[in-house]
């Protein structure tokens, strides 16, 4: 589910123009223009207005051009899918005693995972920006009305026939070559509607999804958004092996507990977690919602990193 807390609730991009597409007065002016040099007139024009104002940009729109506009994101995101095949592949020739989720107590710092005792191999990945695009949700957010309730906005996508989604790069491919190797995918998401969810899947074609057995959604345990107990569940059945996500709380609630901006990189960078970045766990590319868009200029850069040119400040 996309979350709700670090979006901006800011007013859609202006629209250049009125009814089909064009300034409406300046159409006009156009056409009486062109009528009266027809007519032979010869006519002096006017215009004590002042200037408009450039057009505001919308500070959602940078992070939607890159996800799901730019070259370099779709890039990314192959590069990701690549990788967890490869990956795959080899744990599937050369299995191990252990799974890539944590096991309850485990910590950061002392990492203890599911063993996987035999048990059948899975790879699990949450929904939203990780094996589809929301398309038609953020363009909503874009240029839709401002002011309204996003949890009504949201349950209406949810319910939604899911044309307007699209899987993310690459994802089709990886899940086809995963279920291939024998590997069942499972989908993990904090969507509320279990159907809706499974329509979704399906639309994008990365289907099927079946409710309790492939799919789990964000009711299933009643822990609400915190995914690790629907994770211990899948992995008291099956060995999993990769887990794919756009947030932490895909690989860990562990990473979702409060911190400072720095401290929350920290945790990703410990000796014992690192290590699993492209070998078990497997992050996508989203800046567009989340809780990786947090801090200030003061939080993000460090104090003996900071420059200005001589002189300047």
Known sequence: MIEQDSRQI??????????????????????????????????AVGNNSAAPPPLATNPKLAGMQYLYGSAEADAISRQAWNALVTYAADRIRRPQADSVVLAQGASLENPR??????????????????????????????????????????????QSDGHAVLPTPG?????????????????NTNRDDPAGAARVIDAAGLGPAVHGDTLFVRSDTGSGDNKDPRRWQIAQRYC???????????????????????????????????????????????????????????????ADRRWHPTGEQ
């Open 171 to 187: 994802a089709a491919a990886a899940i086809a070559d995963l279920r291939t190797m024998g590997v069942t995918v499972i989908f």
């Open 10 to 43: 800011t007013s859609p991009l202006p629209q250049a123009g009125g009814v089909g597409g064009g300034l409406p007065g300046l159409r006009l002016g156009a056409a009486l223009a062109a009528a009266l040099a027809l007519s032979g007139c010869v006519v």
């Open 240 to 302: 999993v092996i990769a887990m794919g996500g756009d947030q932490l709380g895909d690989f860990s609630e562990l990473f979702n507990a409060s911190a400072p901006v720095a401290e929350r990189r920290v945790r990703a960078d410990g000796s014992r977690v690192a290590a699993l970045w492209g070998r078990g766990w497997f992050v996508f590319p989203n800046p567009v919602y989340g809780k990786a868009l947090k801090g200030s200029a003061d939080d993000i850069f460090p």
């Open 113 to 158: 995972f599911v063993p996987c005792a035999g048990k059948r191999p899975a790879a699990v990945f949450d929904v939203d920006e990780t094996v589809l695009q929301n398309l038609g949700f953020e363009y909503d957010d874009l240029n839709g009305r401002p002011g309204r309730d996003f949890n009504t906005r949201w349950r209406a996508w949810e």
